[in-house]
């Protein structure tokens, strides 16, 4: 089991959660984060951690967003410091579909 990052973090990307990840798996694009789920090492440490309450433990309803996790993470940079979250984060938190809308290939 591993925990991902999921559509809420979109357009708000609170880095709260990279700086308590033991393993430092957490990568930045620049609209969200995700976690590369081969290195997650399944603590939950940064579950609470997140003021979106965008990361959550694998499960079935979530693989798709397990792969996203792992092809994004072989992509962007890795991120082990807290950084501002994105200037508009407030106005997205809570919005639906963001991944869609927001995040190019």
């Keep these: 089991m591993t925990y991902v990052v999921t559509d809420n973090c ?10 308590v990840c033991p393993v430092d798996c957490f990568y ?4 969200m984060l995700v976690i590369n789920p081969d290195e997650c090492i399944d603590c939950g440490v940064c579950v609470p951690e997140c003021p979106a ?3 959550f433990p694998e499960s079935e309803e979530l693989l798709d967003w397990v792969e996203i996790n792992r092809k994004y993470s072989e ?10 979250p ?9 919005i639906k579909d ?6 190019k290939e």
Excluded at 75 to 84: A, F, G, N, R, S
Excluded at 98 to 103: A, C, E, G, L, S
């Design 98 to 103: 963001k991944f869609k809308k927001y995040i």
């Design 28 to 31: 930045e694009g620049d609209d």
């Design 75 to 84: 992509k962007w940079p890795v991120i082990t410091l807290k950084k501002d």
């Design 86 to 94: 994105l200037p508009d984060a407030e106005k997205y938190d809570g």
């Design 10 to 19: 979109v357009k708000c990307k609170y880095t709260d959660c990279v700086e």
């Design 53 to 55: 309450e965008a990361i």
